[in-house]
């Protein structure tokens, strides 16, 4: 493939924290409980009066600054989100206008459960390859907040509100997306759905009261796939890039449970050390996770020229993969 190069990153969480112990206030939780199961600390949470998608915008302008670039130098703006601004028109105009890509580039959402980053960024590879477009800004958006029920202590606990963004460019030489796989297994799309609001089931007074377009969550099921599916996408994604798993520098899992990544890293036989998390301060933030922990990660210092990165993730669907990609 066409080299390519992550010329800025950038992230937002909204200011408002809420701990396991503000949770435990008002649901029948612990701090205890939810650090033990989970790995979680705490949440970033959106104010219910802002729209989602100014996260992505700061995100984006963040990315776009670092990257030295401006709105007019974007080819094309994907955005990673299981839950749109709006079920029409989605979540990228949104981000485009505010924004201010006057100049018309395309762009589009896609929607691969908490796996949307991993997938769109080996589209955006795709599309880049292809010479369609030279420069992506891709964004991972979530405020699952929203659709969470809030009386459920099964998957409330869970998840917090974020966004990440990334600038890509075209490059000579061997930085860029290394080898890729990308998976899908539909009989376990029961695992994680919001059954109502779409056009299966429109909303209507019944479906809101009998609280149909809430998250629905088999957590057990999703627990036990997640592992054999991220372990199943890096070790082929791995296979592709010509590589073995100890050329990679660092693994960046998606940010699910503290208890899935450390299962996944043992079955790899990968050195914890090397393995990015910051689940304990941001929750599950589902598209956003991994341009976050990105984002902090390269903000840090800690990801070197040339350093070779495994970025995988899974989720709704079920949809998982893992993109090898030379720093
Ligand atoms: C959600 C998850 C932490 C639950 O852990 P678990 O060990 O499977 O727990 P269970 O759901 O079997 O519940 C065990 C008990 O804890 C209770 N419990 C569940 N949530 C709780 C909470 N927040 N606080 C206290 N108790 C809780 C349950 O009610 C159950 O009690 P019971 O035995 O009296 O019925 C775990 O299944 C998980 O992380 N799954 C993956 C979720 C995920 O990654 N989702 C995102 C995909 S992108």
Redesign the pocket.
């Known amino acids: 493939m066409m080299g390519l190069r992550v010329a800025g990153t950038g992230s937002f969480l909204p200011e408002r924290v809420i701990t396991n112990d503000d949770l435990s206030r008002t649901?029948?939780?612990?701090d205890e409980?939810?650090r033990s199961?989970?790995g979680i600390a705490a949440r970033h949470l959106l104010e219910p009066d802002t729209p989602p998608a100014s996260m992505g915008i700061a995100a984006a302008r963040a990315a776009l600054r670092r990257a030295g670039l401006g709105p007019s130098d974007v080819d094309l703006l994907i955005v990673a989100t299981n839950v749109p601004e709006e079920i029409i028109p989605g979540s990228a105009p949104f981000i485009a206008e505010g924004l201010g890509l006057h100049h018309e580039p395309p762009f589009f959402d896609i929607k691969a459960?908490?796996a949307g980053f991993v997938f769109g960024l080996a589209v955006a590879g795709a599309m880049m390859d292809s010479g369609l477009v030279r420069t992506v800004l891709l964004v991972g958006i979530e405020a699952l907040s929203r659709f969470v029920d809030w009386e459920d202590?099964?998957?409330c606990?869970?998840f917090g509100d974020g966004a990440g963004a990334v600038v890509l460019v075209g490059t000579e030489g061997d930085r860029g997306i290394l080898g890729a796989a990308l998976h899908g297994d539909a009989t376990k799309l029961g695992l994680?759905r919001i059954p109502a609001g779409g056009v299966r089931l429109p909303a209507s007074p019944e479906t809101v009261a009998a609280g149909k377009h809430f998250l629905r969550?088999k957590?057990?099921g999703?627990?036990q796939s997640?592992v054999t599916m991220m372990e199943r996408a890096t070790l082929e994604a791995t296979e592709r890039a010509g590589i073995s798993l100890a050329d990679i520098d660092w693994l960046l899992p998606?940010q699910?449970?503290l208890?899935?990544i450390e299962a996944l890293v043992k079955r790899l036989g990968f050195p914890r050390d090397r393995v990015l998390v910051n689940i304990d301060r941001v929750a599950?933030t589902?598209t956003a996770s991994i341009p976050i922990l990105l984002d902090e990660a390269v903000r840090a210092g800690r990801i070197g020229d040339g350093d070779i990165l495994a970025l995988t993730a899974?989720?709704?669907g079920a949809c998982y993969g893992t993109v090898i990609l030379r720093w």
């Open positions: 649901l029948d939780t612990s409980w939810i199961r989970t459960g908490c202590r099964k998957t606990v869970l994680l969550m957590g057990r999703v627990y997640a998606h699910a449970n208890r899935i599950n589902s899974f989720g709704a």
